[in-house]
């Protein structure tokens, strides 16, 4: 638990840095399916909900970087991205084949960032770790 309170800074800056690579998602999101799901998806409203979701996690990741340094709202963006991630990784699983196949990597990352925030804001809530 120490390491993470002590490196949190670190791991937020990491965490959200990956998380920022959704951006693909945005900028060509038929070529970043293939690659993060190895799917593909065909018509309008398919390419904006692939858009729509990689802006939304990528704003996320972009909220975990400027949290950093930002510790008051920390909680609260700690909550908000363990939930997504969370949904992430319930989603993916309730998907399997191919799709979990090409998303273990994704999944596995999600995994360790809610591992590492569930410890943080347990630190928090015990009063462990910096809460100004």
């Known amino acids: 638990m ?4 002590a490196h949190i800074k670190t791991i937020l800056l990491i965490c959200g840095a990956l998380t920022c690579t959704m951006v693909t ?3 060509a999101p038929g070529t970043a399916l293939q690659w993060f799901f190895g799917a593909t998806v065909d018509g309008d409203l398919a390419l904006f909900i692939a858009r729509n979701f ?3 996690v990528t704003l996320l990741g972009i909220a975990l970087i400027w949290c950093a340094w930002q510790p008051q709202y920390r909680p609260v963006v700690l909550v908000l991205a363990t939930a ?3 949904m992430f990784v319930i989603t993916t699983l309730l998907l399997g ?3 979990l196949k090409h998303a273990a990597l994704a999944l596995g990352a999600d995994l360790v960032m809610i591992v590492f ?3 943080y804001l347990n630190a928090y809530s015990r009063g462990l770790a910096q809460q100004w």
């Not at 120490?2 to 309170?5: A, D, I, K, P, T």
Request: proline share 0%; hydrophobic share 70%.
């Open 25 to 27: 998602l945005v900028i």
């Open 117 to 119: 925030f569930v410890i």
């Open 54 to 56: 990689g802006a939304v």
């Open 2 to 5: 120490s390491f993470v309170v």
């Open 97 to 99: 084949g191919s799709v």
């Open 84 to 86: 997504g991630k969370l």
